[in-house]
């Protein structure tokens, strides 16, 4: 009844699995400011009972307290300040935020609004304001001669915002310069691989699916989506286990951040226990909405990266493209250290219970850095820092990943415009090639991309 009053806005929290709930939450802008306001009504709660209940200006020196009419003028003047300093910080916020859209990508928005720095500042000058909003509100006619909590509070606090003022500025400007946000943007991704997709996934994950009822596949049951929308989180711990229970094989035909239409097949599930099954329960564990979230998606982190990198290549800077693909680099080792490609999971009989979309490590070079060489195609420095890239990727990674590397190399290299290329760009870019080869033990097919590149393209 009472979610009903709601607003849609406010409800859609309520409609929200737990998790999900509290990463929106974090990254929604009014969530720390709405705590520093708590905050501030507590503190104006001990500060209004100290001067006029407990009168702590009995207990004091002459120096600490404050005539009444100089405490009234200081608190209404700063409401003014306040506002207007919470009014700045608002302007040089959108500022951001709208230099952030236009140059590196939309999405990045939220990165900046969920920093717990650029919260915390929004907190402060919210908090305050507050603060001596409601204090002048209380001390307007209150019959006090000298008042000691008020103005010592009240300084402080004015103080704490003038020095957060100062800190937000250097951290906006900080924040979006290129080297640091790329970093910022890898580091992200690196702890939803670590902390969620790690922790979901990794220990339920079987190289071997042993037994998969093959006997009982041909009458699988398909289950199609509810609703359209993009695949946002899946509940594979209590998938697994409640298909224990049930005595099936649940098979997803969709992965986190794909979506879906109303009427597409979002599972199957066959096994002993599939006539009596409710299949609702399993559609509950499969939350779809609107939007991609990062939850459990690295792709939508991933994609973050490479528009960085687009948006670089068509405003004719090099060096961003080129921070983007080391950042890139590095994310492909964690992606490597962390994730087994392997789509069963089981429960803790090593029972497979729950089949996932087949992945593999190509799959995430192609994510990774797919779209740059699509945009890069007529650009040499680029490919060559994307092929010197992928060497950096080889000479850390497990040799099992290597042909991978190579045969992107490869086609990458197969698609480049070779009708017009500087001779320098052509060494720089068959050096590059020749370490990656190298590396990967394709030094017999490195010379024929050598003769290729030199028997056809014209000599300066």
Known sequence: MFSNMLPISLKKYLQMPKRQRKHEVQM??????FIYIIMSLVVVGITLTLDLVVEVNQYTQNIFQINAEVTRMLVSTLIGGMLTLSAFTLNSLLVVLTTF????????????????????????????FVYVLITFLFIGNAQREFFVAVPIITVLLTFISAVTF??????????????????????????????????????????NPEDLLEAYQDDARQIKSPVSGYIQLVDYREMIEQARKDNIIVHLHAQVGDYVLKGNTLFSYWG?????????????????????????????????????????????????????IHQMADL????????????????????????????????????????????????????????RGLGMVAESIDESKHQMLWKFACDTLDHIEEEVIYTLDKTFLLQAMNHLAELTNNTLDYFAIERRFYDELPTS
């Not at 929604?28 to 400011?33: D, G, H, N, S």
């Not at 982190?301 to 670089?312: D, F, N, R, S, T």
């Not at 009989?349 to 990774?368: H, N, W």
């Open 272 to 324: 002993p226990g599939a006539a009596g099954n409710d299949y609702k329960e399993y559609c509950s564990m499969v939350h779809i909405g609107h939007k991609e979230t990062e939850l459990q998606d690295i792709q939508m982190g991933m994609h973050k990266l490479a528009e960085v990198a687009i948006k670089a290549l068509g405003n004719d800077d090099p060096k961003t493209a080129t921070n983007t």
């Open 101 to 128: 859209s236009g140059q590196f990508s939309p999405r990045m928005l939220l990165n900046f609004v969920s920093d717990k720095r650029t919260q915390h500042a929004l907190g402060i000058f919210n908090g305050n």
């Open 332 to 387: 492909m080792l964690t992606v490597e250290d962390y994730i087994t490609f392997t789509p069963y999971l089981m429960d803790q009989e090593e029972q497979t219970r729950v089949v996932l979309l087949s992945e593999s490590f190509e799959s995430y070079i192609y994510r990774g850095f797919g779209f740059i060489r699509h945009y890069a195609r007529s650009n040499h420095l680029i490919i060559t820092e994307l092929i």
């Open 166 to 207: 100062v800190y937000f500025i250097n951290h906006a400007t900080t924040w979006m310069q290129v080297h640091n946000i790329t970093s910022t943007m890898k580091k992200t991704s690196e702890t939803m691989i670590n902390q969620t997709l790690h922790r979901d996934l990794e220990p339920y994950r079987k190289k």
């Open 28 to 33: 929604a802008i009014w969530y720390m400011p």
